[in-house]
């Protein structure tokens, strides 16, 4: 177990190049079962989420190599069809490879993914729908066991836009015999870049980014040979490291468009943007203005950027009424904000951030991944030392945050928790 040992209070000024996205990699290495041979995925992370999804892959039999921020993915002997709960329960987002490999091959046992840290995470959306394509559907001790002769298209809609339910039967509508029209899909930029994916594999999919998708079902598909968008919520979360100490940040690779809610939340805080070749400049305010936030899916304030906006708005200058409308219990990090002398007050889905003019360094814990991100972007600006234990919920979503961080100005040492 290691932790973050972190002395806040510089203007942090330089570059820092923006890695492949976690939640794109993940839905579009499932996509690779959805064909026969050898895939290549670029601009993939070096992160424990993907070599989690690596050990899946060998578990089913598939080859899985990474090297240079290259996936390749060999599904010419997947001869097992099933996700064990010990690799699930590390990573949820294991639950991708159910649609693939029903579609793909006629069945799948995968673990039920269970709650996490930010809430109860059910999966009925998926369920419901591969049922509506003709999937037998069981829940036996802990795990769905799904089977199929061959799925049929069928008019799916989701009562809340899901970003993994949309991609699991986005994949699994692509060998279905038919068409399928996803309605109330989920709009975010992985769910396009997965649907590029497998369009660059040969599949007929149309809207992918809109709240309607329609698949057109082939009868193959060919092996992927695709470059994945670099990671939002990882520009996002520099963002907020530029606004919190007054630095002076190019995000290298950073897409603007896929940032507008955030960007326009940050500029109402004091940043400014300026687009530079091949990136973003951000710079911060001397004190960041209070801004309030309410998350919703995309287009809309992500989630995912909740707890690092929060961090941002512990020393602004006024107040700040943040609300979480995504998941149950996504405040975790507050608790830890307040040991550094935050003036935060929850009340339901609901966070009041009082701002202070200076955080205090204090030992923390990290909870989750965003709430570990979080905490990060606040020891940055705190007066003294900070360090933040159980950085393994960091190490699955951001790859070698220490490194960047370092490279533009940070004092930011990782250490083994005995230590
Ligand atoms: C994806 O999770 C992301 N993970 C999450 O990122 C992100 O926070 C989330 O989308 C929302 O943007 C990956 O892409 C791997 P949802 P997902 O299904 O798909 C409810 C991170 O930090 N729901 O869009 O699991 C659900 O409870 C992670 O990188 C159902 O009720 O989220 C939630 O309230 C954290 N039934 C809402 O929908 C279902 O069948 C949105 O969840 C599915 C979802």
């Not at 057109?216 to 990882?234: C, H, M, N, Q, S």
């Not at 200058?317 to 609300?323: H, L, N, Q, R």
Request: net charge positive; glycine share 10%.
């Amino acid at each position: 177990m290691d932790k973050l040992i972190i002395h806040g209070g510089k203007r942090l000024k330089g570059e820092v190049a923006i890695s492949g996205a976690k939640n794109a990699a993940l839905p579009i290495m499932a996509a690779s079962l959805l064909s026969s041979g050898y895939s290549t995925i670029s601009r993939v992370p070096d992160l424990r989420d993907i070599m989690t999804m690596g050990r899946l892959f060998a578990n089913l039999g598939a080859g899985f190599h990474y090297e240079d921020s290259k996936a390749v993915i060999n599904t010419e002997k997947i001869k097992v069809y099933e996700a064990p709960y010990d690799l699930v329960r590390k990573m949820r987002a294991s639950i991708l490879v159910l649609g693939p490999l029903l579609s793909r091959y006629g069945r799948a046992k995968v673990s039920l993914p269970g709650g996490c840290a930010i809430g109860a995470r059910p999966i009925n959306f998926h369920l419901n729908g591969l049922e509506k394509m003709g999937a037998d559907i069981k829940l036996e001790s802990g795990y769905v066991i799904a089977k199929a002769k061959r799925l049929r298209g069928a008019s799916l809609y989701f009562d809340i836009p899901t970003v993994t339910g949309t991609e699991n039967l986005m994949m699994a509508a692509s060998l279905a015999k038919g068409i399928t029209l996803l309605e109330n899909a989920a709009r975010e930029p992985e769910v396009t870049d997965l649907a590029n994916a497998l369009i660059s594999m040969g599949a007929k999919i149309k809207g992918a980014g809109e709240s309607v998708i329609e698949i057109e079902g082939v009868d193959e598909l060919k092996p992927a040979d695709y470059t994945i968008i670099p990671d939002r919520i990882e520009a996002g979360t520099f963002m907020t490291i530029a606004g919190i100490t007054g630095g002076d940040i190019i995000l290298k690779g950073c897409r603007q468009k896929h940032l507008d809610a955030s960007i326009m939340k940050l500029k109402e805080a004091g940043l400014s943007f300026e687009n530079v070749p091949d990136g973003l400049r951000v710079t911060g305010p001397g004190r960041p203005a209070a801004s309030d936030i309410k998350t919703q899916p995309y287009p809309g304030f992500p989630t995912d950027m909740q707890a690092q906006f929060m961090s941002l708005m512990c020393i602004a200058d006024g107040t700040s009424i943040i609300k979480e409308t995504i998941f149950e219990n996504r405040f975790m990090h507050v608790a830890e904000l307040k040991r550094m002398g935050a003036d935060i007050t929850v009340e339901g889905g609901v966070s009041t951030v009082r701002g202070i003019s200076k955080l205090k360094g204090a030992p923390l814990m990290a909870t989750d991944l965003r709430a570990s991100a979080s905490l990060i972007v606040a020891a940055l600006a705190a007066k003294g030392e900070t360090v933040i234990h159980r950085i393994y919920h960091l190490d699955r979503g951001y790859e070698n945050m220490e490194g960047k961080l370092s490279k533009i100005g940070a004092d930011v040492k990782r250490a083994k928790e005995d230590q």
